[in-house]
C-alpha cells in the first residue's frame, strides 16, 4: 500500500509536466486543428533557455523558491518569444493550404529546434542546476514526498488556474472558444483571428517553457532530443481527454502519468513507453473523441 | 486493360534486354555493368565508389517507401503516420530469416524467401492494423497509426532473437544495386498499374469522397484494407532490401521520425502523383548526403537544419509539392 502511494506521488508529479505540455498541444488544435510537433521542441527549448540563463545571467543563484519563480518566467518569456515567432513564420503563411502541409511544417519546425539545438548547445546531455532547496519529507511508512515535487504540483496548478480564467472569463477565451467552434465564423463576426492564434501560441508555448523548467529540476540531465518524447506523450495525454478540451488535457496528462509510473513499477520500466501508444491507440479505437470530447457527427 | 498489361510487360522486357545489349556493349571495354547484378558490394571496388553505392541503394529503398506511401496517403487519402513499421517487421523478419536459417544459400534464393516473407508479414500486419483502423479518418488515423507504429518498434526492441536493444548484428549482406534498381522500377510500374486500373480508380475515387464512392457502389473498407495490405507488403520487402544492405538493424532507425521522413517525400514531391514520390525521395535522400560536403568546409553539422529549413520553405512556397498533380511523361496514366 504504501508503495502504491509512493507511486502514485511519482506518477502525479510526472502527470503534471504533462499536463503543462498537453495544454498547450490541445489548444492549438482547438483553434487551428492543427497537431503542432514543435511543441514538445519548444518545451526542450524552455528548459534550455531555464538552463542558459542560469548559466550566464544569474551564475551564482542561491537555491530558492523565488529564483526558481525568476527562471521559470524567464523561460516562460524565452518560450513564448519562440512561440510567437514559430506561429508567424511557419503557420501563418499556411493557413489557408492543406492541413497535411502545416503538419509537414510543423515536423520540419521541430527538426529544425532539435538539430539547431545540437548546433547551439551540442549534442551530450547537460545538467540543469539546482534552483530549489530540496529537501525529503517522510511523511511516514517508508513514503518519500520529495520537495521538488510538491513545487511542481503547486506551480502547475496555479497555473492552470490562471489558464482556466483566461479561457472561461476573459474576452480573449471568449475569442478563442468561438474560434476552436468555426474559424470562418468567428472571422466573420469580428474577431482578430489571427491575434487570437497568437496569443494561443504565446500561452501554450509559455505554459511548455513552464514545463521545461520543472523537468529540469526533476530530472536534471538535459540534452536537444528531450522534448521528442515527452512531447509525443504529453500529445497523447491530450488525446486522451479528448483533444480540443482544456480539461480533459489535465486529466489525460495525470492519468497518463499515474499509469506510465504504475506500470514501471509494477510491471517493467522498458514498456513503460509502449504503454503511452497502447494508451493512444484504444482510445481511439473505442472512443476517438477521447474522454471529456463529444462526437462530432459528419452531415451531407 | 490488356493493352496497359502488355505495354508494361513490354516495358519491362525492353528494359531487361536493352540492360543484357548495354553489358554486352560495355563489356568490351573494361568493366561489365553485370557486376551490377551478380555481385555483392564487397567486390565492387572501381565501378562506383562505396559511399556512392550506398547513397544509391538507400535512395531506391526511399523510393519504394515513398512510392508504397502515396498508395496510401496520396490516392487512397488515408494519412498514415506509422510507415516506418511496416519497414521495421520487413526487415527484421528478413533479416532473422535469412540469418537462421539460410546463411548460406544463393544470394537469388535468400533474397527471393527474405523479401516475400519480409512482404508477407508486413502485409499481415497491415491488414490487422488496416481492419483495426477502419472507423477512421483523417488526423485520428494518423495518430492511430503512429502508435501501431511505434509499438512494433517497442515490441521488437524488447525481443531478445533479434538483438534487443544492442541491435542486429551479422545480417547476411548481398543486396546489389543493379537487383535493387530492377525491384525498384518494378514497384513502381506495379503502382502506376494499380493506379491506372480499377482498384486505383475506387481509391481516388474513396480519397474524393467516401460517401460518394459509397453510393456508386464501391466498398470503402474493403478497397482501404487493401489498399493497406498492398502498400505495408512493399514497405515490408523495401525494410528488406534496407537488412541487407546495411547488414545492422537497430530499432533506432524505425522511429516515427522515419514515418514523418517517408510523408516529407511525399508532400515535398507532390501528394498523389507516383512521379512527385520519386522526386521526393530523391530530393530528402540526396539533399543530406550533398551537405556533408558542406559540412567539410565549415565544420559544423548544418546538414540537418538545412534540410529542415528547405522542407518549410517548400511547403510555404509550393504547398502542392514539386510536381503538384502532375505526372512524368512514362508514368502518367494516357
Known amino acids: 500500500m504504501n508503495e502504491f502511494i509512493q507511486h502514485t506521488i511519482n506518477g502525479l508529479a510526472l502527470g503534471s509536466i504533462y499536463a503543462l505540455v498537453a495544454l498547450g498541444y490541445t489548444m492549438v488544435f482547438g483553434v487551428l486543428q492543427l497537431i503542432n510537433f514543435a511543441h514538445g521542441d519548444i518545451f526542450m527549448m524552455g528548459s534550455f533557455i531555464g538552463l542558459y540563463f542560469i548559466r550566464y545571467a544569474v551564475p551564482n543563484i542561491e537555491p530558492s523558491l523565488g529564483s526558481a519563480l525568476l527562471v521559470i518566467v524567464v523561460a516562460m518569456i524565452g518560450?513564448?518569444?519562440?512561440?510567437?515567432?514559430?506561429?508567424?513564420?511557419?503557420?501563418?503563411?499556411?493557413?489557408?493550404?492543406?492541413?497535411?502541409?502545416?503538419?509537414?511544417?510543423?515536423?520540419?519546425?521541430?527538426?529544425?529546434?532539435?538539430?539547431?539545438?545540437?548546433?547551439?548547445?551540442?549534442a551530450s546531455p547537460q545538467f540543469f542546476p539546482d534552483i530549489l532547496p530540496r529537501k525529503m519529507i517522510d511523511i511516514g511508512g517508508d513514503i518519500i514526498l520529495d520537495s521538488n515535487q510538491i513545487t511542481i504540483f503547486v506551480v502547475s496548478f496555479v497555473l492552470m488556474l490562471i489558464l482556466q480564467y483566461l479561457v472561461f472569463k476573459t474576452q480573449f477565451g471568449r475569442a478563442m472558444r468561438a474560434i476552436s467552434h468555426s474559424l470562418e465564423t468567428a472571422n466573420l463576426i469580428g474577431i482578430n483571428v489571427n491575434k487570437v492564434i497568437l496569443i494561443t501560441f504565446v500561452i501554450g508555448s509559455s505554459l511548455a517553457g513552464a514545463a521545461g523548467v520543472l523537468y529540469g529540476v526533476a530530472y536534471p540531465k538535459i540534452d536537444p532530443l528531450l522534448g521528442l518524447l515527452p512531447g509525443l506523450k504529453a500529445f497523447i495525454a491530450a488525446v486522451l481527454g479528448g483533444i480540443g478540451n482544456i480539461t480533459g488535457a489535465v486529466i489525460g496528462a495525470l492519468l497518463l502519468g499515474l499509469s506510465e509510473t504504475y506500470v514501471a513499477g509494477y510491471l517493467s520500466?522498458?514498456?513503460?513507453?509502449?504503454?503511452?501508444?497502447?494508451?493512444?491507440?484504444?482510445?481511439?479505437?473505442?472512443?476517438?473523441?477521447?474522454?471529456?470530447?463529444?462526437?462530432?457527427?459528419?452531415?451531407? | 486493360?490488356?493493352?496497359?498489361?502488355?505495354?508494361?510487360?513490354?516495358?519491362?522486357?525492353?528494359?531487361?534486354?536493352?540492360?543484357?545489349?548495354?553489358?554486352?556493349?560495355?563489356?568490351?571495354?573494361?568493366?561489365?555493368?553485370?557486376?551490377?547484378?551478380?555481385?555483392?558490394?564487397?567486390?565492387?571496388?572501381?565501378?562506383?565508389?562505396?559511399?556512392?553505392?550506398?547513397?544509391?541503394?538507400?535512395?531506391?529503398?526511399?523510393?519504394?517507401?515513398?512510392?508504397?506511401?502515396?498508395?496510401?496517403n496520396g490516392f487512397t487519402g488515408l494519412f498514415t503516420m506509422g510507415h516506418a513499421g511496416f519497414m521495421a517487421i520487413g526487415a527484421y523478419s528478413s533479416a532473422y530469416l535469412v540469418s537462421t536459417y539460410l546463411p548460406t544459400a544463393p544470394f537469388v534464393i535468400q533474397l527471393a524467401v527474405g523479401a516475400l516473407a519480409a512482404g508477407v508479414f508486413s502485409a499481415?500486419?497491415?491488414?490487422?492494423?488496416?481492419?483495426?483502423?477502419?472507423?477512421?479518418?483523417?488526423?485520428?488515423?494518423?495518430?492511430?497509426?503512429?502508435?501501431?507504429?511505434?509499438?512494433?518498434?517497442?515490441?521488437?526492441?524488447?525481443?531478445?532473437?533479434?538483438?534487443?536493444?544492442?541491435?542486429?548484428?551479422?545480417?547476411?549482406?548481398?543486396?546489389?544495386?543493379?537487383?535493387?534498381?530492377?525491384?525498384?522500377?518494378?514497384?513502381?510500374l506495379v503502382i502506376k498499374r494499380i493506379r491506372d486500373g480499377r482498384l486505383g480508380r475506387a481509391m481516388l475515387s474513396i480519397k474524393e469522397n467516401e460517401m460518394a464512392a459509397n453510393m456508386m457502389g464501391i466498398n470503402p473498407l474493403s478497397i482501404k484494407v487493401r489498399a493497406f495490405v498492398i502498400s505495408s507488403f512493399m514497405a515490408g520487402v523495401a525494410g528488406a532490401f534496407f537488412a541487407h544492405s546495411e547488414g545492422y538493424l537497430s530499432t533506432?532507425?524505425?522511429?516515427?521520425?522515419?514515418?514523418?521522413?517517408?510523408?516529407?517525400?511525399?508532400?515535398?514531391?507532390?501528394?498523389?502523383?507516383?512521379?512527385?514520390?520519386?522526386?521526393?525521395?530523391?530530393?530528402?535522400?540526396?539533399?543530406?548526403?550533398?551537405?556533408?560536403?558542406?559540412?567539410?568546409?565549415?565544420?559544423?553539422?548544418?546538414?540537418?537544419?538545412?534540410?529542415?529549413?528547405?522542407?518549410?520553405?517548400?511547403?510555404?512556397?509550393?504547398?502542392?509539392?514539386?510536381?503538384?498533380?502532375?505526372?512524368?511523361?512514362?508514368?502518367?496514366?494516357?
Open chain 2, 1 to 72: 486493360m490488356t493493352k496497359k498489361l502488355n505495354a508494361t510487360l513490354l516495358l519491362m522486357i525492353g528494359f531487361l534486354v536493352g540492360a543484357v545489349l548495354l553489358n554486352f556493349v560495355l563489356s568490351s571495354f573494361s568493366f561489365q555493368p553485370s557486376a551490377l547484378f551478380w555481385t555483392k558490394p564487397g567486390r565492387f571496388d572501381g565501378l562506383i565508389s562505396p559511399y556512392y553505392y550506398s547513397v544509391l541503394i538507400l535512395l531506391s529503398i526511399n523510393i519504394i517507401l515513398s512510392v508504397s506511401l502515396a498508395l496510401l
Open chain 2, 124 to 188: 499481415a500486419v497491415g491488414f490487422f492494423i488496416g481492419i483495426s483502423c477502419l472507423r477512421l479518418a483523417g488526423d485520428y488515423l494518423g495518430m492511430v497509426t503512429l502508435g501501431f507504429g511505434e509499438i512494433i518498434r517497442i515490441i521488437l526492441l524488447n525481443i531478445d532473437a533479434v538483438g534487443g536493444a544492442r541491435g542486429m548484428t551479422d545480417i547476411p549482406v548481398f543486396m546489389n544495386l543493379g537487383s535493387v534498381f530492377l525491384l525498384t522500377l518494378i514497384t513502381i
Open chain 1, 269 to 300: 520500466s522498458t514498456y513503460r513507453d509502449a504503454l503511452a501508444f497502447v494508451i493512444l491507440i484504444l482510445v481511439l479505437l473505442l472512443r476517438p473523441a477521447g474522454l471529456l470530447g463529444t462526437k462530432k457527427i459528419e452531415k451531407v
Open chain 2, 252 to 334: 533506432q532507425t524505425f522511429t516515427f521520425v522515419k514515418s514523418f521522413e517517408i510523408i516529407a517525400m511525399n508532400v515535398v514531391g507532390g501528394l498523389g502523383s507516383i512521379s512527385g514520390a520519386i522526386l521526393g525521395a530523391g530530393i530528402l535522400t540526396v539533399l543530406p548526403e550533398a551537405l556533408r560536403k558542406l559540412q567539410d568546409i565549415t565544420g559544423i553539422d548544418i546538414r540537418m537544419i538545412i534540410y529542415a529549413l528547405t522542407m518549410i520553405l517548400i511547403m510555404i512556397l509550393r504547398p502542392q509539392g514539386i510536381m503538384g498533380n502532375r505526372e512524368w511523361k512514362w508514368l502518367s496514366s494516357k
Open chain 1, 79 to 122: 518560450s513564448a518569444i519562440l512561440g510567437v515567432i514559430i506561429e508567424k513564420f511557419a503557420y501563418r503563411p499556411l493557413r489557408k493550404a492543406p492541413r497535411i502541409n502545416i503538419l509537414i511544417t510543423a515536423i520540419g519546425v521541430s527538426l529544425f529546434l532539435e538539430y539547431g539545438g545540437q548546433l547551439v548547445f551540442g
